[in-house]
T-cell receptor, first 113, second 110 residues
């Protein structure tokens, strides 16, 4: 009954080596979000998609990009990971802007060596 | 943009006592206020939420109150149990914009 799925659960990459994190959902929700959560901190919204419309937070570094090829899938691309990008990356979905209760995936923990 | 402040950052209570966590927000356009419980290494789990057209909502031992005029909302947990120990986050939202508070680490002492 998994509703928001993230793969992989753990990802190790090298400094500067591009990495892609994956999120999929079975809820058919219009909105998909990517959050970065560092240890002992709150989740920080990086960007979200409403359908195919991409919305970037003003302070999200250019190093982070996203793709949403269809309703079910959304990808987070980190072009040149730095040590400071090591974190838990959480994907979430919500049905619409009005029905905006969020459903979170289990997260991908990224380690940068 | 929205600024959400959350207090206290840590809270310890005896089992059976009540716990209260408070949040304030700055943007009067925010109209949805969820509360999440996050256990170590796990995803945030929505435990209760409230919309701006409601002043109070209760679900068993958990309640949330909202004061739109003062721009603050609070989480109340009664009859706390050890399994309530976790980090709790409040958030304020308008549409698809979500802003989280800094979190409260709750410890319930048996």
């Amino acid at each position: 009954d998994a509703m928001v799925i993230q793969n992989p659960r753990y990802q190790v990459t090298q400094f500067g080596k591009p990495v892609t994190l994956s999120c999929s959902q079975t809820l058919n929700h219009n909105v998909m979000y990517w959050y970065q959560q560092k240890s002992s901190q709150a989740p920080k919204l990086l960007f979200h998609y409403y359908d195919k419309d991409f919305n970037n937070e003003a302070d999200t570094p250019d190093n982070f990009q996203s793709r949403r090829p269809n309703t079910s899938f959304c990808f987070l691309d980190i072009r040149s990971p730095g040590l400071g990008d090591a974190a838990m990356y959480l994907c979430a979905t919500s049905e619409t802007s009005d029905r905006n209760e969020q459903f979170f995936g289990p997260g991908t923990r990224l380690t940068v060596l | 943009g929205e600024n959400v402040e959350q207090h206290p950052s840590t809270l310890s209570v005896q089992e059976g006592d009540s716990a209260v966590i408070k949040c304030t927000y700055s943007d009067s356009a925010s109209n949805y206020f969820p509360w999440y419980k996050q256990e170590l290494g796990k995803r945030p789990q929505l435990i209760i939420d409230i919309r701006s057209n409601v002043g109070e909502k209760k679900d068993q031992r958990i309640a949330v109150t909202l004061n739109k005029t003062a721009k603050h909302f609070s989480l109340h947990i009664t009859e706390t149990q050890p399994e309530d120990s976790a980090v709790y986050f409040c958030a304020a939202s308008f549409g698809n914009q979500f802003y989280f508070g800094t979190g409260t680490s709750l410890t319930v002492i048996p």
